[in-house]
């Protein structure tokens, strides 16, 4: 099926014509039949010579209702332009080829009417003429009378093979189905109609009514009067619409697909860079022509007041919507100034639907230039390079396919932007580690606002590095994320200098420690030593302060898992936790914190202390009468690896030793339990 709009000046027969072709009246008000005048659009369709089906969308020619004229127009492939025989060229012909041309309409046809009662020869002449110079380019011309009948079988002819002609929209083509009218029906309620020109509606289908975006789920579907379950553009369709109330929808509005279009206020366009409007001379440019600082911006079926800005003197200009519409980057909408003495209508292309603040001085001038640059229409690389990062959802909705891969999540990223972040972000954590060396690392959120990225992951994904990175470090040198904080990758490791038999193996060993400075890391390893032989009497204050270990040095000492920190002052070796649950396994449970203190071999210093570090971890149980028993805890991975080893029964605390010494080093000083463990 195909759409096809009529065009020209009021009174030269359009629709008497659509009525000879279909049969149908398209007049559909009273008034507009007792007048003989077209107010509103009207709709008829008919079955052409080739089996096609073709509906019309019959327009106004009066200039009073050029906006109904144009919410006709708006949404269609073709158009069926009509001149009088007897009438010749008029201001509304002009009018709306001004119109199709802005909208930017490529197909269609010339009927000369009335030709019962003059010689066409002329009037086609003059219209070719026109219409040869806009969008429409060369097209067939055909002269009819729509009272003798003469011309209608080779104006049928013609319509067949231009219908044949016109492209096949994408039936997956995001849907937007701008609304011309609006009714409600007895028993079935909403009804909405328009013309689809892509994509498919289908019963059931759940779309969204702009500009509100309140959901309208489609109840039953009609096309040319005939209930189908799904239509495919072009086609004509009247939606019956669940969840909206009667009177509430209205023309202008649109249905759209969720998360596939941009509703926006604010658009950058480019305008013709010659004024199309025939009154001023065609070398004219618009830097010269005084645009009116406000005029009616017209797509599809809607139409608002927009207001302009210029953007430097390029052909580009910002515009400020009264209403949010939605749209794609690539719209072509209709700029009119229906105040000016002379006709003015300007076809612009969108660039950009979510432009950003022209804020910095310069900033328009700079954009204006820009986007004068860029294609028609703009390609996912154009926007990336403006915007730095786009989601690919945000990407989709704004209706640009295409684009490089995600570089985090479903960010994209302009190629140069991206390269340039990541030295940047090299530089910042390598000032950051060398003002505080004893820090933790630079925090990706730090990074993420120095940076002005809108996503931490960005942050993340920049410290990964690139897929593809060779063996050679870069010389800016390259940033690696540990434990959730950012370092320098080119720093000496503090574990290097520590002894490795002493570290813990298994958990710690699969992370790599940050650094540490010199003076830190030795101690740690004097720490180690005196742990060697009695792993759980803890150095006391005397000794750490001996060494220069403050509680920042142990914090750090412990992020970086060569220490595990009991508390601000009780610090163990790494293994202490495992090695404990090991010896705590083969008392008899429940048991006294004396038999813990004996088994364990130290003093109630380090006892009390380390008890109640490993009932915070979930490890032990502290009882009513103070005894504790090994808690029967099963890590998700051990419980997992059990199965999948087809292991037997087994005892608690044997169970407990492998799921206690499975965890990663866990500091838990200050943050409670941790989540790593599930008691059952
Ligand atoms: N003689 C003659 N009159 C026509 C023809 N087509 C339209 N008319 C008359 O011209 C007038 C305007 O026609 P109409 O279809 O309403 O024009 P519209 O304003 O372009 O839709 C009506 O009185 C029609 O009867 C034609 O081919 N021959
Ligand atoms: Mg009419």
Known sequence: MQVIATAGHVDHGKSALVRALTGMEPDRWAEERRRGLTIDLGFAWTKLPGGERVAFVDVPGHERFVPNMLAGVGPVPAVLFVVAADGGWMPQSAEHLAAIDAVGIRHGLLAVTRSDLADPGPATRQALDRIWSTSLGAVPAVAVSAVTGSGLPELRDALSRLVAALPVPDP???VRLWVDRAFSIRGSGTVVTGTLPAGTVTAGQELLLTPSLRPARIRGLESMNEPVASAAGVARVAVNLRGVPAGFPARGMALVEAGRWTLTRLVDV???????????????TLSQMTLPPEMTLHIGSARTQARIRLLGRSPIAR?????????????????RDPGSAAMTILGATVLDVVPPALARRGAAT??????ASWPDPPSAADLLRRHGFLRAGALAAMGVAGGPGP????????????AGLRGRLAEMVVAHARRDPLAIGMPPEAARAALGLPDRALVEALARGPASSGGDDPPSGQVRLEDGYLRPAGSPQARDQVPGGSVAGGSVARKRPPSLPPRTAAAVKAIL???EGAPFLAPDAGRLRELGLDSRAIAAAARAGLLLRVTEQIVLAPDARARAVRILARLEQPFTTAQARQALGTTRRVAIPLLEYLDRAGVTQRLPDDRRRLRLVFHRHAQARHHRLGMGVHQPGELVAVAAAEQPH???????????????
């Open 172 to 174: 997956a083509a995001p």
């Open 270 to 284: 480019r305008l013709p860079s010659r004024d199309p409007d025939l009154t001023l001379p065609s070398e004219m």
């Open 319 to 335: 515009l400020a919507l009264r209403d949010p519409l939605p749209l794609h980057v690539g719209d072509r909408v209709l700029l």
């Open 366 to 371: 700079a954009a204006g230039r820009e986007l």
């Open 407 to 418: 570089v985090a999540g479903d960010w994209l990223a302009d190629p140069d932007r991206w």
């Open 529 to 531: 030593a005196d742990l």
């Open 666 to 680: 866990l500091d838990i000083g200050h943050d409670g339990p941790p989540d790593l463990l599930n008691a059952r």
